[in-house]
């Protein structure tokens, strides 16, 4: 069953296009990543899915309803994004103690955990963190409203590698014995391929991928070697990527081409190289 | 839990800032006040010492509002409580706010009374145009304006929130633009003094809360229309 379900979405602000005609769906109990270059789109996508936005025309549903100014739907979904404003007379402690009302499915136990695996002062005023600490606070919201539906947007900006690491880790171990929907937008694309189970592209407004995340792994190429030998093998294949150095080809394939690989080295390409590619401001030589 | 009831209890979680900020105030103004008067004797006429130390009770309750929404509204639609909630919400909270300020008020205005002036002459709160001899009509004339005091710094704060810096210089500038062509209007037919007359011979419980209750009902209501529209 789809948790979110989007069809012909459009958003205009004033002379500028946000999304266009943009159809998806994420299935239930998944990881899905929503990437995209700066302003593609994402950001106001996800505002949607949670009713924060009001888009100009096409058809959402969250857990097959609307969701704008809608209680029931919106009591499964939790949006941690980057530029969360957070009170900022509150605490840490009090932050969580608001999140822990407005969640259903609040965790306190894995809350504290979590506290203590970031080494977040709980008793420092919020205006008094760090960048990095403050992400932390709300990938802990995140991560223990265990809500249905939960969309994190660039969720840790500042945060260190080892901090990053935790993340991933507690996010895959929770998801394990509690799945959910999660939504990760980040331009850290490396670092969540292997937690990522689908995959959506953003470019400009549009979708230009959507499709599973392992599927994706496996079609697309890097395929090195001589010009010649290269062109022979990428022939019928629009590449995504190209680039020579001394009479070495070195080609971006969106699939394996159905011949033998005689001359070149052909390797997967990593999810990252994919989307850099796939976008409309990638290189396209 | 319903929605509304969640929205309220997390705008309270932090119950001082919400509440307590304006008695804190009146506290301390109390305490200067008093100390004032024991030390000077200036109340010790005949006609008593009068002060408006009062006022930073409802001067200090004017940033709550704009804490609400554009600090906590963005926070709570993060954790995905509708708008519609956060109006309901912020309506009980404020109207709890000017129970809360119409009683608390009138209590002190009583003990005020009771204690001549709190000992030493001195009228923060039983101001004659304030006097009202009915209990409920004195809490009225100390918790309407509370609340109404509360729906114009909500709207602002509402103006802020949809329509930015800018929008909030175009409040300003039109809601002076309306004043200087009213001001003007009367000044041109003559008829500001009326106005005036009709204002001195109103009791001053309508004064003090029925037009309140208007401005409260104007405010109000468009600060929850800005709240529907609000982006985050």
Redesign the interface.
Known sequence: MSAVFVEDLTMRYRGHTALDGVGLEFQENSIHGLLGRNGAGKTTLM?IL?????ATSGRVEVFGQPPR???AV????????ES???????KVR??L???A???DAWDAAFAERLVRDFALPAHRPLKKLSRGQLSAVGII?GLA?R?PLTLFDEPYLGLDAVARQVFYDRLLEDFAEHPRTIVLSTHLIDEVADLLEHVVLIDAGRVVIDADADELRGQAVSVAGSAEAVSAYAQGVAPLHRSELAGRLRVALPRRPARPADGVSVEPLSLQDLIVFSTSQGDRK | ???TS?AV??QI??WN?TFAIPWYSLALAITLVVAIYAVVGGGASDSGGHTGAATIFYASSAGTQL?LI???F????????????FVRATMLVVAAEAVIAGVGLTVLDRIERATDGWFVHVQLLDLPYLHQENVFAQALVYGVPMAAISAVMACVGAVFRTFGQLGLWVFGMGAAFLAAVVFAALTLTHTARSVGHFFASQPSLANLALYPLVVLAVFGGAWALLM?RA??
């Open positions: 505002r949670t009713g924060q936005e009001f100014e809608n209680s919106l009591s499964r979904v939790c949006f941690i994004r969360l404003k957070y009170p900022t007379n509150f009090e932050a103690a608001a999140a009302i407005a969640c919201i409203s809500a | 839990m319903n929605p969640k209890r997390v979680l932090k800032q804490w554009n600090q906590l963005p926070f709570c639609m993060a954790m995905s409580v509708t708008r519609g909630a529907m982006r985050i």
